[in-house]
């Protein structure tokens, strides 16, 4: 899913990437029971940043209640749906450990990589996830990932444009159809 929620960080990222999304999230399911990615760990806080299990109705979401996202979908393997789960549960095992690259986030701009031991930043998250389950690899170092560039991956497919928080309304009409 890519977002973009209105932050003053995410407002810095679209001016500079001239993109309208800033954020990337990676789930397990369209229902997002597992959305994952690097952010505010407290809504409120921008300074709060590490390894978070977002929630459409809680959490940065619900503060920030006029997100606008994208969400697609791609088909796997049994083995890389596996692996990916596998590696997101391992963070979330560990998530203390874990910060936000602030630093790192420079890195796409200038075309050099800042990585950090146990920091991230949301689509160097979501790019290192693709790359160990081998669902797909942007053959550059994913502290360069910017969040668009996972709009390109080959067989995305559109399933909601529009508000957050009419996603998982638009979800129930759609499983109907």
């Known amino acids: 899913m890519l977002s973009f929620t209105g932050t003053i960080l995410s407002r810095i990222v679209k001016v500079v990437t001239l993109r309208e999304y800033s954020h990337v ?105 693709l790359l160990k389950s081998d669902i797909y690899d942007f053959q550059k170092d994913v502290g360069l990932i910017k969040p668009i560039e996972f709009a390109t991956i080959p067989n995305l497919k559109v399933v909601y444009e529009g508000k957050l928080q009419d996603y998982t309304k638009y979800l129930s009409s759609f499983k109907k159809d």
């Open 25 to 129: 999230s990676i789930a397990l399911d369209l229902e997002f029971n597992s959305l994952y990615s690097f952010g505010r760990i407290n809504p409120r806080n921008p300074f709060s940043g590490g390894f978070v299990k977002e929630e459409i109705d809680s959490g940065t979401y619900k503060v920030f209640k006029n997100t606008v996202c994208k969400v697609y979908s791609l088909d796997v393997t049994e083995k890389q749906y596996t692996d990916l789960k596998a590696f997101i549960d391992n963070f979330y095992k560990y998530k203390e450990r874990y910060g936000f690259n602030v630093i790192g986030l420079f890195g796409p701009m200038i075309n050099i990589p800042m990585n950090r031991q146990h920091k991230y930043f949301c689509s160097q998250f979501v790019g290192k996830a």
